[in-house]
């Protein structure tokens, strides 16, 4: 399960990221 969650997780990060900067 971890195996496919870390890299979901920094993408969902990676995602949260460039909304926040699109909205700034």
């Known amino acids: 399960m971890l195996r ?3 890299p ?3 993408l969902s990060y990676l995602l949260s990221t ?3 900067f699109l909205s700034s």
Do not use: I, K
């Open 4 to 6: 496919w969650h870390q």
């Open 18 to 20: 460039n909304l926040y």
């Open 8 to 10: 979901l997780s920094l």
